[in-house]
């Protein structure tokens, strides 16, 4: 015994220094890095697919947004809505992803994981917490697909922006009276459902294919996308690694064709190669995400007119064509990947349409595309002097409380303290926007943020920071700690005697494996010799159990776990 105590504490210096490295195990500037929720092994991708809009083609923020609010305003001018809505500008501070709308108050809601309320807004007006209560008792909603919609897209941030706008007005302007279910002027009432409905109409038509936002964006595509470069030899690089690569967008060829040619444009790709020659396969019109369930008919495009070709598709598909609509299925026919779903990498920024579809439906590994993340990790790191004031905070109240226990009937003061704790989480959250951070709110996480552990694999600002990778690489998650392994250090460790008085410890098979007389302490009767059942007792696997890990799964050729 003591023997092994010498040596664990002979191994102590090490092992902590091996573990005690944190940040620094990463190289890679955060901006350039790709975050890993889920072990990937790059060598083991066989194919990438892409959707184009803010995945590929990333549309300047807010210029582009502000495009989209002011035909959202127009539109809603046609529909009947008041001219004096017109004065409303933009203001990109305010919209974040991940929000949920209540078509019944009328309130935007930020949420944690599992549908606490976190903030919550109605136009302008950032309700209290009892305010709140008299909404929703519980402060606690669930995903009711009728009454709430939640914003995923960034292409929605518009949206998000002129809701709130409308209800504001309407909220505060004389004319209209407030009840609890919308406003009232005149004889007319409008729900803030029926609100909400028109935006989304407004939505429609300014998004469609031959739709205003459109038009405008490839009428100026200089003034609304970014133009990186580096995309033509990225895509490059993904092929002459053995990659196949297709592009599985919902906008229609034409609108395609034009945003792609603009970022593939032949006089800058060293290639000189048009954009279509990038890929293995094009899928245009893909509707995700119906894609990834029983999806359209596939039909061939007709480059010359942006036109389809009559009948279904059927034949082999050919480089530099285009293709409409169709399946997953379709696509596993054509290229082959339904053998190997795992292999294929779907990258896009649409948590819904892109990420959780592929993944549930497919079982796609998935890389999203989190632009937000520039800013994210910039107040990460510039402000990182409000999250030390935090965890000071936090550490004089564990002091006040150190040596008090249940006998202590005084009662500590730490009002200042509280006082001190919401001005620093409230410049925290000011620092990313009105809304705070996409991913939480002071130190809780948002239904978004869970959003992204759950359903990505890897997320990143940018596809392009695939670039600061070799294609041998494998992205190992770091490790998910519960409040019992974060706060308690493992220098807290017990004496070996204290350890093995434990109970709970003799479920160990640490000593594999585990000898008879062990198992005999535990349970004698499991080494009973007259029993008939073929085994009593599991034995101690012989290996790791785990097979979520990819990093460590096992050889083909290793042994059997257990005989
Ligand atoms: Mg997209």
């Avoid at 803010?54 to 809505?81: C, D, Q, R, V, W």
């Avoid at 017109?86 to 549908?115: A, C, M, N, Q």
């Amino acid at each position: 015994m003591a023997e092994t105590a010498e040596a664990s504490a002979a191994l102590r210096p090490n092992l902590e220094r091996k573990y005690s490295l944190g940040s620094h195990m990463y190289k890679r500037e955060p901006s350039k890095r790709v975050f890993v929720n889920r072990s990937l092994m790059l060598e083991k991708v066989k194919f990438f697919g892409f959707d184009m809009d803010y995945t590929l083609a990333m549309y300047k923020s807010p210029e582009y947004e502000t495009l989209g609010f002011n035909h959202l305003k127009s539109h809603l001018i046609k529909m009947g809505y008041p001219k004096a809505i017109s004065d409303f500008e933009y203001d990109h501070t305010f919209p974040i992803r991940g929000l949920w709308f209540d078509t019944h108050f009328g309130t935007l809601l930020k949420v944690d994981g599992f549908g606490n309320i976190m903030v919550c807004v109605r136009g302008f007006k950032f309700l209290r917490s009892s305010e709140i209560a008299n909404l929703y008792h519980t402060m606690f909603v669930q995903m009711d697909e009728a009454r709430f919609r939640i914003f995923n897209t960034l292409y929605e941030l518009p949206l998000i922006y002129i809701l709130v706008c409308l209800i504001d007005f309407f909220s505060n302007c004389p004319d209209y009276t407030q009840n609890p279910r919308g406003v009232k002027a005149g004889d007319v009432t409008m729900t803030y459902e029926s609100i909400f409905n028109d935006v989304n109409a407004a939505m429609e038509i300014v998004h469609a294919g031959h739709g205003p936002l459109k038009t405008d964006t490839v009428a100026d595509v200089k003034k609304y996308i970014e133009k990186d470069e580096r995309l033509p030899i990225l895509l490059s690089r993904l092929r002459e690694n053995g990659k196949k690569v297709f592009l599985a967008t919902n906008s229609d060829y034409k609108y395609t064709n034009k945003v792609m040619t603009y970022l593939f444009d032949t006089e800058t790709n060293s290639n000189k190669k048009p954009w279509v020659d990038f890929f293995d396969f094009i899928v245009v019109d893909a509707k995700k995400p119906l894609f990834f369930l029983q999806g359209t008919i596939l039909r061939e495009v007709n480059k010359e007119t942006g036109g389809l070709h009559l009948g279904t598709f059927t034949g082999k598909i050919r480089q530099g064509a285009a293709y409409s609509g169709g399946s997953v299925d379709v696509l596993n026919e054509l290229m082959g990947t339904g053998e190997s779903l795992s292999e294929v990498v779907y990258v896009g920024d649409h948590i819904f349409g892109d990420i959780l579809k592929s993944k549930k439906a497919r079982g796609w590994r998935t890389f999203l595309v989190v632009p937000e993340m520039v800013q994210e990790l910039a107040v990460w790191t510039q402000k990182s002097y409000l999250f030390s004031k935090l965890s000071e905070l936090d550490y004089e109240i564990a002091e006040i409380y150190r040596h008090l226990d249940s006998s202590d009937t005084s009662k500590p003061d730490i009002s200042k303290i509280q006082v001190e704790m919401r001005q620093v989480a409230h410049e925290m959250d000011q620092a990313y926007g009105t809304l705070g951070s996409v991913f939480r709110s002071g130190s809780r996480q948002s239904f978004f943020a869970s959003q992204v552990m759950r359903y990505a694999d890897l997320y990143a600002a940018s596809f392009m920071n695939m670039l600061y990778y070799p294609f041998s690489y494998c992205f190992r998650a770091p490790p998910m700690h519960m409040p019992h392994e974060s706060t308690v250090d493992h220098e807290a460790r017990l004496s070996e005697e204290q350890f093995r008085k434990i109970s709970l410890a003799w479920r160990s098979r640490a000593s594999a494996p585990i000898s008879p007389g062990e198992l005999s302490h535990i349970n004698p009767t499991m080494m009973r010799s007259d029993s008939n059942v073929p085994r009593l007792y599991c034995t101690t696997p012989n290996q790791l159990t785990e097979v979520a890990d990819e990093f460590l799964e096992e050889k083909a050729e290793d042994a059997a776990i257990t005989q």
